[in-house]
């Protein structure tokens, strides 16, 4: 089997239109995914590191510790978001960390990353989540007017901290 057919038996398919597909992501999707992914690190002021978000990502995939959709228009990946397992000890069911949603520039205000969060809702409802939770940048304004368009809501209730470990 060549690459392209071993390549489309992989893909499941979970929304398509006219011109972008999005499908959750397997190993075999990587070097697809990876320069989105490179891409998403710089906006956060990331030096580049194409080999090392490759790596990254690979491994996330082997190890199935995350869950990776891609947008794809064609053949050409546009758009990602990765989603990282949780789970909540109130409600006694599995909740998902949305923490990677990228869309090349290029594509942006095209309805890709609405696509990607559906796709997000839709798989995290399949599982029987509690919920869903992303943060971001505050000063990422498009992104929260994002959104709070689609109804997702600021937490009001609880404060959230951080504890960076420095390793050597």
Known sequence: MGWLASLLAGLRLVKTNSSVSILRATADHVDLAAPLFDQ???FYRQP?????????????LHRQESVVFLALAGRVA????????LFSSIALKPHWLLNDLFVAPAARK???ATDLLAAAHEF????GAQGLSLETAIDNIAAQALYKK???????EFDRYCLSIENP
């Open 78 to 85: 546009v758009g990602f978001m990765q989603l990282y397992p």
């Open 48 to 60: 580049p590191d194409p080999t090392a978000a490759t790596l990254f990502l690979k491994e996330r």
């Open 124 to 127: 995290a409802m399949s599982t």
């Open 110 to 112: 095209t309805g890709i």
């Open 40 to 42: 998403y690190r710089q």
């Open 150 to 156: 689609l109804g997702w809501k600021r937490d009001e």
